[in-house]
């Protein structure tokens, strides 16, 4: 946290106030969950070296129990923070409409509706993907149907003029030509115009 706190400050030369919700207890302090650190000398903590670097940490699960034993949330000074409630809030229960119902704060309830529209445009995708998908599926049966069909058919007109040139064909070679390829039957096509034995058509 403080190397990419440094690095912000670095960058931009200006003052980088690093804030991170954590999902978890960080400290034993059961009292207090939103903290607030600096660079400061530890024998004299009123003296900070520059307020240019500041992290500020809220352990969510911890501020939801205060908030919600306590009625609100308090900030380092003790004072009420309606924003940083409501914005607790939203981490914590932003799938639960009878909580958010009454959070009234602006920017929390543009984010609601942000992550709606974004819920919506998710699930629109995802039909889409599916329709896609399924058209897909359905052209790619066509076309199996298709290849298959155009290899039946190459099967049975090879296998008349087998039996026109060599005679009753025995039952590998039948085999053979139910379970042979387009490609095998064209290249079985073309040979048997030439060989002179079923074995020279079949071969390969």
């Known amino acids: 946290m403080l190397y990419y706190a440094a690095s912000a400050l670095t960058g931009q030369l200006k003052t980088a106030i690093s804030i991170h919700l954590l999902d978890f207890d960080l400290f034993n302090d059961a009292t207090l969950a939103h903290w607030h650190f600096d660079l400061r000398d530890p024998r004299r903590p009123e003296q900070t070296l520059t307020d240019a670097l500041q992290l500020e940490l809220i352990e969510l699960p911890k501020a939801d129990r205060l908030m919600r034993g306590a009625g609100n949330m308090a900030n380092a000074a003790g004072e009420q923070s309606d924003a940083l409630s409501a914005w607790i809030t939203f981490f914590r229960h932003a799938q639960e409409d009878n909580t958010m119902s009454d959070i009234r704060h602006e920017p929390v309830q543009q984010a609601l509706h942000d992550l709606d529209s974004l819920s919506v445009f998710t699930e629109e995708w995802a039909n889409a993907m599916s329709r896609s998908k399924a058209a897909w599926d359905?052209?790619?049966?066509?076309?199996?149907a298709r290849e298959e069909g155009l290899a039946a058919g190459k099967?049975?007109?090879?296998?008349?003029?087998?039996?026109?040139?060599?005679?009753?064909?025995?039952?590998?070679?039948?085999?053979r030509l139910h379970a042979a390829t387009t490609d095998q039957l064209d290249a079985w096509a073309e040979r048997v115009l030439f060989a002179d034995s079923l074995k020279k058509v079949l071969q390969g």
């Open 138 to 144: 359905r052209a790619a049966m066509m076309d199996d």
């Open 155 to 175: 099967s049975e007109l090879l296998l008349k003029q087998l039996a026109l040139k060599f005679g009753a064909l025995p039952q590998d070679a039948l085999d």
